[in-house]
């Protein structure tokens, strides 16, 4: 039994608990534009023989760091009927900016820039986080406080640029 | 069966445990560890990790010896390094939150050691800084790329491999996992990526006792 296949499984186990102490705990869900920070812009693209993407930015949050690296993280969701894809992401404070991924092999965490732009398919989601995917922010001019917010521009294939507002925080591996 | 060749690591999840953690039951204070090494909900390694039989360097650039410096304190080491942007700065801040969670005494015993996988960079006046802000009482290592390779040897980690992101950047690869050493110098429970807060908040009282009788 190799790790990759059972961090596979804890990740969904972890996630099916987490969604059943959630209930269980009696907090509500979350809404649209709910708190400050969460900026949820839907942008429908011009359709292509009636196929559209419609995304919705979730969440997204850039963390506290004390050097000149640091990572984003947001979740995507698509309500429309085609697939998009995330093809290449901006940042007011970063020079460099990538899409990364943790690759683990065997209890080993690798961090490397994703192959092929991150696919968002229609009805689903696409969920940064750590462990998983990020943006990376590269050569910060300064570092990033808390408190402090990231303007990040995404562009994707379908839908375009969609500019979100990111606070800098703290960022645990399950929120 | 619960047993994996050194190096890998097997993971075992209590997922009802897990859930009861979620919703905040606590644990006492007093009382030893538990009952069976199958309350953790750290991955069980078998052999267990003995402590690394080695001297490096700490953040006000003193000789730090893993074994004499930890004797007797339930010992967190996580190797990683400071440019990592994602699990090793999600990894310290869940233990430096979980830490204040605990009472004074239990806090007392436990001593977190962070060790860099990317000597270049971690000088010990970096790595003080970036630990600073999650815990001031975290302890850092670092020594020349001969001492860490020595280090990774015998924690069975493997080489570092670098990623070069271009403009000067790279990651490094390093173990995806904390090794947790109760006073007896064993480690036989590591806490993979993907653990969380109430999964530590689980498991570190019962290991500040645990003496694996
Ligand atoms: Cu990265």
Request: glycine residues 10%; hydrophobic residues 40%; proline residues 5%.
């Amino acid at each position: 039994m190799d790790w990759k296949r059972w961090s596979g499984l804890v990740m969904l186990g972890v996630a099916a608990v987490a969604a059943v102490a959630l209930v269980a705990c009696g907090d509500d869900d979350d809404d649209d534009g709910d708190g400050a920070g969460t900026a949820s812009p839907t942008v429908a693209a011009s359709p292509t023989q009636g196929q559209v993407a419609k995304l919705q930015i979730i969440d997204p949050r850039a963390r506290d760091t004390t050097n000149d690296v640091s990572a984003a993280y947001f979740t995507v969701k698509n309500t429309g009927d085609a697939t998009d894809r995330l093809l290449s992401v901006t940042a007011d404070v970063s020079t460099k900016v990538e899409v990364h991924e943790m690759v683990m092999e065997g209890g080993t965490a690798k961090m490397q820039a994703v192959k092929a732009p991150l696919e968002i398919p229609a009805g689903g989601e696409l969920v940064l986080k750590p462990g998983g995917y990020h943006i990376m922010l590269m050569n910060l001019a300064s570092p990033l406080k808390e408190g402090q917010q990231v303007k990040l521009t995404l562009t994707f294939e379908k839908s375009g640029k969609i500019e979100v507002t990111a606070p800098v925080k703290k960022i645990e591996a399950m929120n | 069966m619960r047993t994996i060749r050194p190096g890998l690591v097997f993971l075992l999840l209590a997922l009802a445990g897990f859930a009861a953690a979620a919703c905040g039951g606590d644990d006492g204070d007093e009382g030893g560890g538990a009952s069976s090494i199958d309350d953790y909900l750290g991955a069980q390694v078998t052999p267990f990790f003995e402590k690394p039989d080695l001297v490096l360097t700490d953040t006000e650039g003193r000789p730090f010896d893993i074994r004499k410096d930890t004797e007797g304190f339930l010992t967190i080491l996580y190797v990683g390094y400071t440019h990592c942007p994602d699990i090793c700065p999600t990894t310290m801040y869940d233990i430096s939150e979980v830490l204040k969670t605990l009472t004074e005494k239990q806090r007392s015993q436990i001593k977190v050691v962070f060790a860099t996988a990317d000597p270049d960079r971690d000088t010990p006046e970096v790595i003080r800084k970036w630990l600073d802000h999650f815990d001031t009482t975290f302890i850092g290592l670092s020594g020349d790329s001969r001492q860490i390779s020595d280090l990774l040897k015998q924690l069975l980690m493997g080489t570092p491999q670098r990623t070069d992101l271009g403009e000067g950047n790279y990651a490094v690869s390093h173990a995806a996992y904390a090794i947790a050493y109760t006073k007896d110098n064993t480690g036989r429970l590591v806490y993979p990526f993907g653990i969380t807060q109430d999964d530590w908040k689980h498991d570190l009282p019962m290991l500040v006792n645990e003496t694996w009788k």
